[in-house]
């Protein structure tokens, strides 16, 4: 069983929730559903290995860059690098 990624709850509140997110080496969240659209912070530079419906692919990250998703994502994401990884996940309600 692989180690399970750490979410830390930052803001919750009627328009947005955030919540960083760290992946020691090997980590995943498991699989999930986004319920809300959501924007990711990379705070690290690396890479991530995403599974879902389609299989698994790897997204190159760089710390800073943002990218956004809709609602309805569902996937796996785990960390394939030897160092920790960290990111900002803001969803929008």
Same mark, same amino acid.
């Given at each position: 069983?692989? &180690?399970? +990624? /750490?979410?830390? %709850?930052? /803001? #919750? $509140?009627? !328009? ?10 090997? &980590? +995943?969240?498991?699989?999930? !559903?986004? =319920?809300? #659209?959501?924007?990711? *912070? ?5 890479? %991530?290995?995403?599974? #879902?419906?389609?299989?698994? !692919?790897?997204? @190159?990250? *760089? +710390?800073?860059?943002?990218?956004? !998703?809709? +609602?309805?994502? =569902?996937? @796996?994401?785990? $960390?394939? $690098?030897?160092? =920790?990884?960290?990111?900002?996940? /803001?969803?929008?309600?």
């Amino acid at each position: 069983m692989s &180690a399970k +990624a /750490i979410p830390t %709850l930052q /803001i #919750d $509140n009627d !328009r947005v929730r955030v919540i960083e997110w760290r992946f020691p080496p090997g &980590a +995943a969240t498991g699989w999930h !559903r986004h =319920e809300y #659209d959501y924007v990711v *912070v990379p705070m690290t530079t690396g890479k %991530l290995r995403l599974t #879902d419906g389609q299989g698994e !692919r790897f997204a @190159d990250l *760089v +710390a800073g860059s943002s990218y956004t !998703r809709k +609602a309805g994502v =569902e996937h @796996d994401v785990a $960390n394939p $690098n030897p160092h =920790e990884f960290v990111f900002v996940e /803001i969803e929008t309600k």
